[in-house]
């Protein structure tokens, strides 16, 4: 399949802001203390690579912790294109240390709305959040 990055962020929009809505409801102690570590060692990562990795980590765990099959599938799917050359390129491109410290700060927001069990502001965090990086790596919505 055949997909473009501005495509990539019209999915993640519309599904992973509910997947953490979901994960705020129903997420283990282990799996928000998991989640605390990724955005420790994102934070502390020494290279794009690295930081990359724990990103994707920190999105996979709220997925798992949403329980629910069929999105965690239609999320691999993201995460496929997420895990491309292109859009490896492109977010190299994008991130600045600037944008690497407010992308640590937004996990831990949408890690304080779960751990608060606060779905809604859960959804909202990682809806800003994506809303962020698809500026960063795209240019304004128009």
Do not use: C
Request: charged share 30%.
């Amino acid at each position: 399949m055949r997909t473009y990055p501005a495509e990539v962020f019209e999915a993640r929009l519309i599904i992973e802001p509910k997947i953490t809505a979901l994960a705020a409801l129903r997420a283990t102690r282990q799996e928000i203390d998991e989640m605390q570590k990724s955005i420790d060692r994102g934070s502390a990562a020494e290279s794009l690579a690295e930081f990359e990795k724990w990103d994707a980590v920190f999105h996979r765990i709220i997925v798992g912790a949403a329980r629910n099959g069929l999105l965690a599938s239609l999320y691999e799917g993201i995460h496929a294109v997420r895990a491309g050359n292109l859009w490896g390129k492109m977010k190299e491109h994008s991130l600045t240390p600037e944008r690497r410290k407010a992308y640590i700060a937004k996990h831990q927001a949408i890690l304080d709305a779960i751990n608060d069990r606060d779905s809604r502001e859960a959804e909202r965090n990682m809806y800003d959040h994506i809303v962020e990086a698809r500026a960063n790596i795209l240019g304004p919505a128009t």
